[in-house]
């Protein structure tokens, strides 16, 4: 997964009349919508699609945490933490921003930073739908503007650009010079799975492979 990937992938779900609803979307990083069979999604849920990971995970660090979801408290907490998915970083193009619920408020915030100078956050909330009808917008990044915002970098993306994995075709903007690609959505074929080949280790199974040699060990 490269940074490309990660914005083609969010620039494309704000082309899609997603709903908003807590706990929903992101459990199928293959699919073509970060959305669930009744096309909803929420903040974490709209992360975890675009860096191409499962929402849940069984590593025990998450699992103990809150039964494995990587929900914006999960995301921050790993940011301050073991850094074992996202380390910290500053605010970037194809990095993840993210402020926790409690005990400040009820519930946190996610999304994919998609510019800087200014910072442009693309993410899923309920005022996005309410306002728009779609989940997932870009806006700017004054919702995450709070003191205990935190920015992390997916610890199994590389920067080097290459094609995109989704099967979209991208189309040069001709409405303002360098402006950055628009997406075309028509999908080219419908098993997106057959298209996205992994010749790479993803994090959790170099991380498992770590622990796995460490425990036969001792």
């Known amino acids: ?10 620039r494309h779900a704000c082309t899609l009349p997603i709903a908003y609803h807590m ?3 992101g459990m199928k990083p293959l699919a073509p919508t970060p959305a669930d069979p009744a096309n909803r999604c929420d903040c974490s849920g ?4 675009c860096l191409g990971i499962c929402r849940q995970t069984d590593l025990l660090a998450f699992v103990t945490m809150n039964g494995g979801w990587l929900n914006t408290d999960a995301m921050a907490y790993d940011i301050h933490g073991a850094q074992l998915l996202l380390r910290s970083c500053a605010p970037m193009v194809g990095a993840v921003v993210v402020y926790p619920g409690p005990p400040r408020r009820t519930v946190g915030h996610c ?4 510019a800087t100078n200014p910072i442009r956050v693309i993410h899923c909330s309920s005022a996005n739908w309410r ?9 700017n990044d004054a919702l995450f ?5 935190a920015y992390g970098w997916c610890i199994d993306l590389r920067d080097e650009p290459s ?3 989704l099967p979209y075709r991208i189309i040069e903007s001709i409405i303002t010079p360098g402006a950055p690609p628009m997406l075309d959505a028509t999908l080219v074929h419908e098993q ?8 790479q280790p993803t994090w959790w199974e170099r991380l498992r492979s770590r622990l796995g040699r460490r425990t036969q060990d001792g």
């Open 145 to 149: 503007r709070t003191n205990d915002t």
């Open 46 to 49: 709209f992360v975890c699609w």
């Open 192 to 199: 997106v799975p057959e298209l996205w080949p992994s010749t």
């Open 111 to 114: 999304g994919i930073i998609v």
């Open 23 to 25: 706990g929903a979307g």
């Open 163 to 165: 094609p995109p994995s």
């Open 1 to 10: 997964m490269t940074v490309q990937d990660v914005i083609l992938r969010a």
């Open 131 to 139: 306002a728009t009808g779609r989940a997932v917008c870009e806006t």
